[in-house]
């Protein structure tokens, strides 16, 4: 069995998703998210980070957020993509699409 090292963690992209766990439209968007990552057998590409606005206002601010549900692509230290209040699979495939395979 492998075991994730540090350097390997690194390599892989987060995808960050904020959200507010009272909005019933960021609930749609992570089903929305999880076909698409389901759909296209992904779910090993992104180390997938759930942040509620209720939880850590501090990460919203620090990410500058200024609509939820969001999702940020990180790679490495630095924010690669950023997609706010997605409306469907089609534009969250689309939007993922440079690091799926």
Known sequence: ???????LEQQQP??????SSSSGHCRRVEGFL???????RNHGTFHVVR??????????ERFKIQALPTLVVVEG????????RPRG???IEGFLAPWLN
């Open 89 to 91: 699979c089609r534009e």
């Open 51 to 60: 942040v509620a606005e209720e939880e850590r206002p501090d990460l919203l």
């Open 14 to 19: 987060r995808l960050v998703f904020f959200h």
């Open 34 to 40: 999880a076909q698409v990552l389901q759909r296209r």
């Open 77 to 84: 230290r630095s924010v690669a993509g950023r997609l706010e």
């Open 1 to 7: 069995m492998a075991v994730a090292t540090p350097a």
